[in-house]
Every structure is written in structure tokens, then in C-alpha cells.
């Protein structure tokens, strides 16, 4: 399964919300009156919870599609409040299919059983 996730640069293993910049984007959020990111559920909640391969391991937080990734930051610039420091970045990964929780929302994986693909580009992501 192809896997997206927002990560610092230096440090895959922190996303989004454990750097920071979830917040700026939930600001921007705010100041538009649109969806606040804050308001998806956690991982916990929204994937399953009895996958042996992700149940009690450290686990990390990505998308299936960069689609998915634009109804969580809504609008352009909520996504550009992600990048304003530039040291966000979004990686694609394969990681095998079993080896995945798939969430309403969101996917739960292991850094370890993924293989890095490539960083998004700009355009992708915007």
C-alpha cells in the first residue's frame, strides 16, 4: 500500500501533530472558519485496534492518498501553515498491505516495515 506522511525533515518518526504544526495549520483553520484539523480522531480511534503487526508496536500516522490528506488540511493555506518553517515534509512509502491499519480517516504503520519512496513535491502538495 502506497502511504503518505507528514513528517519533520531530520526526524520521520515526528509527525505533524508532535512538531507543532498541526497547530499553525488549526489557526489558519480558525481564521478561515473551515474544518480545524484538530477535530479528526486520533489513530487510536480511528484505526483498528487488532492488527498484530501494529497493535502494541511504535507505530506512526500517514494517508492512503494525497486526497485524503486534503479533506484533513482543507485548504490551501492551512496546508501551506504545515510548510511555513520548511522543515515539514511529506514522504511516500510502500509498506505491504498486511502490515497496515486502515482507518476512516487516516493509516497506523510501522517506519520499520516501510519502504521510503520519495518526498513529495511542492505541487503535490499544495
Known amino acids: 500500500m502506497r502511504v503518505y506522511r507528514l513528517a519533520l525533515r531530520n ?13 499553525q495549520a488549526s489557526d489558519v483553520a480558525h481564521a478561515e472558519g473551515v474544518f480545524d484539523p484538530y477535530q479528526h480522531p486520533n489513530d487510536a480511534l480511528d484505526c483498528r485496534t487488532d492488527n498484530a503487526y501494529t497493535n ?12 485524503v490528506y486534503r479533506i484533513w488540511f482543507v485548504t490551501p ?9 520548511g522543515d515539514l515534509v511529506m514522504r511516500l512509502y510502500e ?11 487516516q ?11 520519495r518526498e513529495a513535491t511542492p505541487e503535490e502538495i499544495a
Do not use: W, Y
Open 11 to 23: 526526524n520521520p518518526t515526528v509527525g505533524c501533530f508532535a512538531s507543532g504544526h498541526a497547530r
Open 56 to 67: 502494541g508496536r511504535r507505530t506512526v500516522c500517514g494517508f492512503q492518498s494525497l486526497e
Open 77 to 85: 493555506t492551512v496546508r501551506a501553515a504545515l510548510f511555513k518553517d
Open 95 to 105: 509498506v505491504p498491505d498486511h502490515l497496515v491499519d486502515v482507518g476512516m480517516v
Open 107 to 117: 493509516v497506523r504503520f510501522n517506519l520499520d516495515d516501510a519502504v521510503l519512496i
